[in-house]
């Protein structure tokens, strides 16, 4: 058997008032990101996106297997050709494809098939998931729970860039396949999330939306209440 050495867990207590404070502020600052479709073109320097990419990264994922590459692209050429990639197969998924069922629920975020966001803001991320991994052996293998794995990683990265002061709008473009093409990606994976990166807009606007209530998301079996 091959050894599969363990090393200590590097993990440091915060007295219970820190935690508290912690807890408090981490979700104040979640509770105010907002998704937003206007994004400003002010440039972001490459860093930041490094800085979430790494943070994404940080998730836990299935068997270890880190089954994500993010494609990240400042480039004028590149974010054109997606924006009209991703606008023509929105087209048809908002005329054709998309039952009243799906348009009622999506009339008051106000999206459609136009994808500004895709050239107004510096940075277009795409998220791919990896079906497939290459064994020691050479032999191609499944990865495991990929899905799970990778929208894990997306949270992460969106709280990253959110915390840092930026705005991102995750965007699912349906089907997807003309970013594997565009961005020359292997047949093992496939793209899963856009995520344009920036500043938002000066005179951004956001759907007067609200979120749901603790006791509405959540059910508790908790014996000390
Ligand atoms: N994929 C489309 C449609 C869309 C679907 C849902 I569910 C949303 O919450 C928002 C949009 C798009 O990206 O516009």
Known sequence: MENHPFIPLDWNE??????????NT???ELAQRRSTRNFSSRDVDRRFIELAILSG????????????TWVA?????????????????????????MPDAWSEVLAPLGTDAVKAHL????????????????????????????TESCGIAAGM???????MGLTTLPHTPSPMGFLQQILGRPK???AMLVMPVGYPAVDAQ???????????VAVFFDEQA
Not at 79 to 84: G, H, P, S, W
């Open 26 to 28: 981490n979700y104040s």
């Open 73 to 97: 692209i400042r480039n004028e050429e590149l974010q054109k050709n997606i924006r009209e990639a991703a606008e023509a197969v929105e087209r048809r998924t908002y005329s054709e494809r």
């Open 157 to 163: 990265f969106i709280q990253s860039i959110h915390r």
């Open 206 to 216: 956001v759907p007067d939306i609200h979120r749901k209530a603790l006791d509405q």
């Open 119 to 146: 050239t107004d803001a510096p940075w277009i991320v795409v998220l791919f998931k990896q079906k497939r991994r290459q064994r020691e052996n050479g032999e191609w293998g499944p990865t495991y729970y990929a």
């Open 57 to 68: 990264s940080t998730a836990p994922n299935g068997a270890h297997l880190q089954p994500w």
């Open 188 to 190: 093992h994976e496939e």
């Open 14 to 23: 915060h007295p219970i008032e820190t935690m508290v404070e912690i807890a």
